[in-house]
């Protein structure tokens, strides 16, 4: 990971562009000097690709891979989708040990891990609380139902069973009745590994994935650093967009978690009620409200934002301090900025 140990602030530029509808409807794509984008909805966010290649043919092949595969990791993780993997194991295995496939072992195993180091801060089963929650219809769980279904939220009450198939596949059995799984917190890092690999099969060697928070940019951008920005968690008007922070990264996963991508405001308290869950309350995590994780592989980088942010500044600098080739950026609530040890922050 080539991590530049400046962080500097640049004025966003504008960049016009053409646009094109492909024959796949959802996907939007366009050229600018030389560079292809694409656009596209998949996991509930924004797909967004820019790559060079100088055959335009296999450039756009490149961004309908990455489209499609989005798509199929959706179908797989998504615990909406009745026939995924995961529904089907949160249907299931809390009555019997489900075989799972290599992929959902990996997840999962991915997953157990930050949860150990963490300290449970990052727990895949918070989902048993956070089912509860329905941002768009500003709908939470009763402090009753929060307090009862918390015993769920454990981590180490998912048993996995390394005799699966071919000595590969694992079953996993859920050790609590009320047991949810929700790989919301790593699935899209995960998808953008993917991406960028299938990128590579392709020949790209400079190349940008985005799918909502969860980026991760192939070499530079032909001669300078891909720019990466953190957005502003609390724009003076819903209108502005523009990052407080970019960073000029090559060959790099970047996450971000906010407070601000799902949340509502509770009527009686005025508190923001977000979608990152804190394992230990069964409420959403309180102290910073944007945390950038920089790390080689979205399959770090994503779960590690979502910990941090829930462990706040103090143990979350210490938890990445700790991790070899892994950075972060950290705006607490008060509007703070803090760095890791591997960044130098810009000149107050
Ligand atoms: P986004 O999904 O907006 O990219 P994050 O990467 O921060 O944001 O992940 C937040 C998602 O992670 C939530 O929508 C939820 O699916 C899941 N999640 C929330 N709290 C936790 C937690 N404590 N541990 C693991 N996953 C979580
Ligand atoms: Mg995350």
Redo the contacts with the bound molecule.
Sequence with gaps: MVVFSRVICLLFSLCFFQSVIAADAQLKTWEHEGWLYGEAESMG?RIAVTLWHKDKTVAMQGIEAVVAEMQRIDQHFSPWIESSELAQLNAHAAKQAVEISPEMSLLINK?QWV?RISEG????T??SV?WHYDYREKRQPSDAQRKALLPAINYSLLQLDETGKNGKNKKLRYGHPNIRV?????A??YAVDNAIKILQQLGVQNAMVS????SRVLGDKRGRPWLVGIKNPRPPTDAATEPVIYLPLENTAV????DY??YFFDEETGKRVH?????KTGAS?QGVIS?TVLADHGLDA??L???V??LGVEKGLNLVNGLQGVDCVIIDADGKVHYSAGLTPPEQ
């Design positions: 966010t997953s949860s801060a990052f727990d895949i918070f989902a956070g929700d790989l919301g917190g790593i899209k890092g799918a909502g928070g969860d996450s971000t978690s906010g991508e799902r979608h990152i869950i804190n394992p995590a945390v994503d779960p934002s979502t910990a942010f829930v």
